[in-house]
Nanobody, 127 residues
Framework: VQLQASGGGLVQAGGSLRLSCTAS????????AVWFRQAPGKEREGVSC????????YYADSVKGRFTISRDNGKNTVYLQMNSLKPEDTAVYYC?????????????????????WGQGTEVTVSS
């Protein structure tokens, strides 16, 4: 079971990035997938979640209207499209999943319940 996150980089404020999280060793389409982020000196923050059952999506208030989570089951990949980026979006972004927990756990702020994590991809937004 492996998750590979990619797509991070340096972008100016107002710009866009698309993060990818590709799974190997299992079918990610069967499970909820989440994105978390952690900025230097700050606690980990849940960013977004997409369910497996009906594709419902959930977002942190700080990214609503700017970020979009989606999935391509044929590519075994979940994406995070990030638009109108702000300096405060600077962080390492991690994707995660779990074979039991769904987006309810994400909404409840229970990051620890997600067992499988990607390695993180760094996003830096300059002002």
């Amino acid at each position: 079971v492996q998750l590979q996150a990619s797509g991070g980089g340096l972008v100016q404020a107002g710009g866009s990035l698309r993060l990818s999280c590709t799974a190997s060793g299992f079918n990610l389409g069967y499970y909820a997938a989440v994105w978390f982020r952690q900025a230097p000196g700050k606690e980990r923050e849940g960013v977004s979640c997409i369910s497996s059952s009906d594709g419902s999506t959930y977002y942190a208030d700080s990214v609503k209207g700017r970020f979009t989570i989606s999935r391509d089951n044929g590519k075994n990949t979940v994406y995070l499209q990030m638009n109108s980026l702000k300096p405060e979006d600077t962080a390492v972004y991690y994707c995660a999943t779990d074979f039991v927990a769904g987006c309810r756990a994400f909404v409840a702020g229970n990051a620890e319940i997600f067992d499988y994590w990607g390695q993180g991809t760094e996003v830096t937004v300059s002002s």
